[in-house]
């Protein structure tokens, strides 16, 4: 048996037609960019996560550089990220002529530690070493929900606040997740979105979103997709081409109606996992709050004991696709090295960053298949009853 750790041929199977359709209609239409479809998935989206605007972008990296800029973050400023997330995250604040503050993570959620964020926030970050970071003023805090599970963000808002700093939702991995009832992405001052194809709403190339409540941030991102213009040639500030493609929009209106049930089935998935993985020596399942839902776009574990890269490689002897999502946390990254990190620094994101592995998961994968990945992983780490 073969199983990958992410099939999309198995989901396009499933809703071809409706695909093929959106498809043809915006061919059909002769219109190609920013057009009905990207303006109807744009209502779609603010009705599914109960905001008031949804901004279609290029990309989830697009996302987050609009937020920035039309927060008015720039040289001199300092946006709190994880150490432990993908790349874009910090990529984006760097970008955009700010400097990235890595902090650490929760060891059990992987997420933002907000006692770090408040520590870092009380010292406008004095207290950690190095030059480069002298008089750099911090005015964000860019929270990633991974792996599907949103960070604690009541915490997170009431340190903003107090620290009057903006918030802006790293929901990538996260849409359609909640906390307390809010969806992920509609906490902050602006939440984002990537549909890169193997996120679970992903389009058939790139694209992304940002959300927000806020009409003037709205509007500005609006302005910042097309090089700052409106009307048409007459520009008020200098933006980018960052638009979401008509195609894509109507592939992801296909998808948006499926995306809760695949959600569901995802948990179904996580939980078959969990009950046999439960109690396997070297191995934890991931930890779930009570007071908000995982989706799941990843299930990742963590082994313990030097364990993970064995795993790693009988599951692939064995036809088992699975990834590290990250092998080497941000601060320690070689393109981050004039910030002065070093090794140690944030023990956490280390750590996880040894000792993660995420399973195949995705809606179509059967139990059979995931009976097959568990029994693998049962006979090497061989602890299960023993
Ligand atoms: C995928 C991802 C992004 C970037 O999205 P793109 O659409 O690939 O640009 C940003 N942050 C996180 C946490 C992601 O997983």
């Known amino acids: 048996?073969?199983?990958?750790?992410?099939?999309?041929?198995?989901?396009?199977?499933?809703?071809?037609?409706?695909?093929?359709?959106?498809?043809?209609?915006?061919?059909?239409?002769?219109?190609?960019?920013?057009?009905?479809?990207?303006?109807?998935?744009?209502?779609?989206?603010?009705?599914?996560?109960?905001?008031?605007?949804?901004?279609?972008?290029?990309?989830?990296?697009?996302?987050?550089?609009?937020?920035?800029?039309?927060?008015?973050?720039?040289?001199?400023?300092?946006?709190?990220?994880?150490?432990?997330?993908?790349?874009?995250?910090?990529?984006?604040?760097?970008?955009?002529?700010?400097?990235?503050?890595?902090?650490?993570?929760?060891?059990?959620?992987?997420?933002?530690?907000?006692?770090?964020?408040?520590?870092?926030?009380?010292?406008?970050?004095?207290?950690?070493?190095?030059?480069?970071?002298?008089?750099?003023?911090?005015?964000?805090?860019?929270?990633?929900?991974?792996?599907?599970?949103?960070?604690?963000?009541?915490?997170?808002?009431?340190?903003?606040?107090?620290?009057?700093?903006?918030?802006?939702?790293?929901?990538?991995?996260?849409?359609?997740?909640?906390?307390?009832?809010?969806?992920?992405?509609?906490?902050?001052?602006?939440?984002?979105?990537?549909?890169?194809?193997?996120?679970?709403?992903g389009a058939y190339g790139d694209g992304g979103m940002v959300i927000t409540n806020d009409d003037e941030l709205a509007e500005r991102i609006r302005l910042l997709r097309v090089h700052?213009?409106?009307?048409?040639?007459?520009?008020?500030?200098?933006?980018?081409n960052s638009r979401l493609d008509e195609i894509q929009a109507a592939i992801l209106r296909a998808k948006l109606p499926k995306l809760v049930q695949w959600t569901a089935v995802r948990q179904k998935v996580a939980a078959w996992y969990d009950e046999s993985l439960g109690g396997i020596r070297n191995l934890n399942v991931p930890f779930c709050s009570d007071d908000r839902s995982h989706i799941f776009h990843q299930y990742t574990i963590r082994v313990l004991n030097g364990k993970r890269d064995a795993l790693r490689g009988w599951m692939e002897e064995q036809g088992i696709g699975t990834e590290i999502y990250y092998p080497l946390p941000l601060h320690l990254q070689e393109c981050f090295h004039y910030l002065g990190y070093r090794e140690g620094d944030l023990p956490e994101s280390e750590r996880a960053s040894r000792e993660v592995l995420s399973l195949p998961m995705f809606p179509e994968i059967t139990l059979e298949e995931v009976v097959f990945v568990t029994q693998t992983i049962t006979r090497l780490l061989s602890g299960k009853g023993a």
Do not use: W
């Open 1 to 201: 048996m073969k199983i990958p750790i992410l099939d999309l041929t198995r989901q396009y199977e499933a809703i071809r037609a409706e695909i093929e359709e959106g498809i043809r209609r915006v061919i059909q239409s002769g219109r190609f960019i920013l057009g009905q479809e990207v303006e109807f998935l744009e209502s779609e989206v603010a009705e599914f996560c109960d905001v008031k605007h949804a901004i279609g972008v290029a990309s989830g990296t697009d996302a987050l550089l609009l937020s920035l800029k039309a927060l008015g973050i720039g040289p001199g400023h300092g946006v709190i990220v994880p150490s432990f997330t993908f790349f874009a995250t910090a990529g984006a604040v760097h970008n955009v002529g700010a400097t990235p503050i890595f902090c650490d993570i929760n060891p059990r959620t992987y997420n933002l530690d907000p006692d770090h964020v408040r520590y870092i926030l009380s010292t406008n970050h004095e207290s950690c070493s190095s030059h480069h970071r002298l008089g750099i003023k911090i005015k964000a805090i860019i929270p990633v929900h991974l792996y599907g599970q949103m960070v604690d963000m009541d915490e997170i808002m009431t340190i903003a606040s107090k620290y009057s700093v903006n918030v802006i939702e790293d929901g990538a991995q996260s849409i359609g997740a909640v906390y307390k009832n809010q969806k992920a992405g509609s906490l902050g001052h602006t939440g984002c979105f990537s549909f890169f194809p193997t996120k679970n709403l």
């Open 228 to 240: 700052g213009s409106k009307p048409k040639y007459y520009h008020r500030m200098v933006g980018y």
